[in-house]
């Protein structure tokens, strides 16, 4: 089974209805807004170990060899962008999600209602954990019936394509981090560690992340406290003050996704900028199980198209130093 189209995320090509025309991706977002600086962490940068050896990963993902990369200094933000935050954006500005103009998006099987799985039509081909929902959207993430509500509010925002996280930035007068960057700041001063906190995943029997807790894909039994998302600021942040950089939500960056990264990047300030068709991904979600996908390690990495969404995708933005 290919990994990339399982739990990590579903892909937008060739699966379900598609829309008759594509989303306006032209339409530029206005006003612009300058970027928070309060909310944003300064990062020192400098040189760290990037990747993992092949025994600890997925070879196919192009997770290593792991090599020494240097990266200038830049802000990011110590969370996703939560519900709350795109809300803003759209008020502001109008903007509709790709999800929104295509008519649906990727839900995860146990979370739809039953009079929502009723309606399904289709299903990606070898995952039936993933339905595609009709009416399925950043603000009714399990399909119509659904809401974020007041409660889920501080939750990372989902079902944002990778366009969507890019128009956001543009309003908010940020950027999407590149894989260095977001991975050196994922690991939070700790070198060679397999997690944002070291290499134990429950240090003192304590959940440092929301990840898939039970037996991947039909019982969660959420003992980290979380079946979907959780707040962007659960759990204790890393070594750098940012929180949920392993789970929770896949989340997007800046560079094209290569299995080749490693070998056709440059060590400085490396940045994937040749097209290959889908863009990379960070972090895992509270689908990534160790049995299944082990996502979750600061190394890991995943791709998809930039018109994909799903209710495990997300994204934190970036910035560069101000003068």
Not at 60 to 72: F, H, I, M, Q
Not at 138 to 166: C, F, M, N, T, Y
Not at 265 to 284: A, I, L, M, W, Y
């Amino acid at each position: 089974m290919d990994m990339h189209s399982s739990c990590c995320s579903a892909s937008r090509m060739a699966s379900g209805p598609q829309a008759a025309a594509g989303p306006d991706l032209e339409r530029t977002p206005s006003p612009v807004v300058p970027a928070r600086s309060e909310r944003l962490v300064r990062l020192e940068g400098g040189e760290f170990q990037m990747g993992a050896s092949d025994a600890d990963g997925f070879a196919s993902d192009g997770e290593g060899p792991p090599r020494l990369v240097r990266v200038d200094p830049f802000r990011i933000a110590p969370c996703a962008v939560s519900n709350r935050e795109f809300a803003e954006f759209v008020e502001a500005t109008g903007y509709r999600t790709e999800a929104e103009r295509f008519g649906w998006s990727f839900v995860f099987h146990l979370l739809v209602s039953e009079q929502t799985r009723r309606r399904v039509a289709s299903v990606p081909q070898g995952v039936p954990w993933w339905l595609v929902v009709e009416g399925a959207c950043w603000s009714r993430p399990e399909g119509p019936d659904s809401s974020i509500g007041k409660e889920r509010l501080d939750h990372p925002v989902v079902h944002v394509s990778w366009q969507d996280a890019a128009a956001y930035c543009a309003w908010s007068g940020t950027r999407l981090p590149t894989e260095a960057e977001w991975e050196y700041a994922a690991r939070g001063g700790l070198q060679g560690r397999t997690y944002p906190w070291g290499d134990l995943l429950r240090p003192d029997g304590r959940h440092r992340c929301n990840i898939w807790q039970g037996k991947f894909p039909v019982k969660n039994n959420a003992s980290d406290g979380y079946v979907g998302t959780a707040p962007v600021d659960a759990y204790e942040p890393n070594g750098y003050g940012l929180y949920n950089m392993s789970g929770n939500v896949w989340e997007w960056c800046a560079d094209w996704f290569s299995p080749s990264y490693h070998a056709s990047t440059d060590p400085v300030n490396p940045h994937q900028t040749e097209p290959t068709g889908k863009r990379s991904t960070r972090g895992g979600s509270y689908l990534c199980h160790r049995s299944y996908c082990n996502r979750y390690r600061v190394a890991a990495r995943s791709g998809n198209t930039p018109d994909s969404s799903t209710g495990n995708m997300g994204f934190r933005v970036a910035a560069d130093v101000l003068p």
